[in-house]
């Protein structure tokens, strides 16, 4: 037998060549290339929301610097103290997605000089498939469930925001349901984890992309242990999946199947049976934007 024989030992070569051809687990771009774009995501969703905030702020109140301060300190204090200035942060989120998945086909393409979809891994894999995803999801929403109310904790900026108009409500559950599963996913586990998994290895890019998940979510769930242990099981799991299917579309079907749920009960939420516990309110507690 040839010494060339694989092994599952054999780490992946790097692609220096530009015959290498790209796959999921071999991408035509570097670690650094890849924090780089996971960087501009994060920036990017917060710039675009802070400046729907400051177009609407001085639109409405002009451009008295001491009405801004007051206005900017009365919402510090009560976040639903102006609930159309909530909405102005939010209806540029969807837009911002849609900007994180063009910024992450320039990288995985080249500028379109490769395909984007094998690339990622865009694919059911023989050892994941769809019903798989769908089980994966149910124990995933039961596990969060059971968490968040042993753990509890105060009521979430998330609940706030849901709370404060139904403009609010129904943009954050359009976007977590449509936008937010695929710019996560194509950013995280389809971009950042394979670059890291060639330098580190399997097992610390498993460690490091779910920590790096759950630390973008803990600003919205600071005060809420439980949520926030909630989240970080769920991109554990999902990486996991990554992991061992090698491939992104299990991981994006148990993230929108997941998202859609949770749309769903904060579409209905002021019509379902309402509780004084802050950590009970439903699965909304849940629902996650990038």
């Known amino acids: ?3 060339s024989t694989y092994s599952p030992e ?8 530009m015959h290498d051809a790209p796959s999921p687990d071999n991408p035509p771009y570097s670690l650094g290339s890849a924090v780089l774009l996971w960087v501009a995501a994060t920036l990017t969703l917060f710039v675009v929301s ?5 177009v609407y702020m001085v639109a409405v109140y002009g451009t008295n610097v001491e009405e ?7 919402v510090s204090e009560n976040l639903n103290f102006d609930p159309n200035f909530i909405l102005a942060n939010l209806v540029l989120t969807s837009p911002t997605h849609l900007i994180q998945i ?6 995985v393409t080249g500028f379109g000089k490769r395909p984007f979809w094998s690339t990622l891994g865009w694919h059911w894999s023989k050892n994941f498939g769809l019903w798989a995803s769908i089980l994966t999801t149910i124990g995933l929403l039961g596990v969060g469930l059971l ?3 042993l753990i509890g904790g105060e009521k979430t900026q998330v609940e706030q925001i849901i709370e404060s108009s139904t403009g609010a409500r129904l943009t954050i559950a359009f976007a977590a349901a449509l936008t937010a599963p695929f710019a996560e996913e194509v950013v995280y586990r389809g971009v950042l984890f ?8 399997t097992l610390w890019a498993i460690v490091i992309v779910s920590t790096l998940f759950t630390l973008v979510h803990v600003n919205q769930y600071y005060n809420n242990l439980g949520v926030i242990t909630a989240v970080g099981i769920l991109s554990l799991a999902i ?7 090698g491939s992104l579309l299990p991981c994006f079907a148990i993230h929108t199947i997941f998202n859609s749920i949770q749309a769903v009960v904060i579409v209905f939420q002021p019509y379902l049976p309402q509780t004084d516990d802050a950590t009970k309110t439903g699965l909304h507690l849940f629902s996650r934007l990038f």
Do not use: K
């Open 102 to 107: 063009g910024l992450a086909w320039c990288l």
């Open 194 to 201: 394979p670059a890291t998994q060639r330098r580190t290895g």
């Open 68 to 74: 801004l301060r007051q206005f900017a300190a009365n």
């Open 1 to 3: 037998m040839s010494d």
């Open 50 to 54: 802070t400046i729907g905030g400051l």
């Open 239 to 245: 990486t996991i999946v990554r992991a061992y299917s």
């Open 10 to 17: 054999t780490p992946t070569p790097e692609p220096h060549a």
């Open 147 to 149: 968490i968040s109310n």
